[in-house]
């Protein structure tokens, strides 16, 4: 199968993993909302959600490039303008 075309397989697979992602993106942005003087560092939205590290700095990482968070210098995590 050449790499262009996706089997119907691994295309269900695909959408499982980003389904669970999307509710954790979602997750995330909601408490920095619902909270908006919340700063964490990734140890401790890794703790605060029970996220492996991985998989939190993808959240952190793609919730900061939407700007809904915004990373200061001292490495927390806020919630940004968007």
């Given at each position: 199968?050449?790499?262009?075309?996706?089997?119907?397989?691994?295309?269900?697979?695909?959408?499982?993993?980003?389904a669970?992602l999307?509710d954790?993106l979602r997750r995330v942005?909601?408490?920095y909302?619902?909270?908006?003087?919340?700063?964490l560092?990734?140890?401790?939205a890794?703790?605060?959600?029970?996220?492996?590290?991985?998989?939190?700095?993808?959240?952190?990482?793609t919730?900061?490039?939407?700007?809904?968070?915004r990373?200061t210098?001292?490495?927390?995590?806020?919630?940004?303008?968007?």
């Open positions: 199968m050449s790499s262009l075309a996706e089997s119907p397989e691994t295309v269900r697979n695909r959408k499982r993993r980003a669970p999307n954790l942005a909601g408490e909302r619902e909270m908006p003087g919340l700063s560092t990734a140890r401790q890794e703790r605060l959600w029970g996220l492996d590290s991985a998989t939190c700095g993808v959240v952190l990482t919730l900061t490039e939407r700007q809904i968070l990373r210098t001292m490495g927390t995590y806020l919630r940004g303008p968007g």
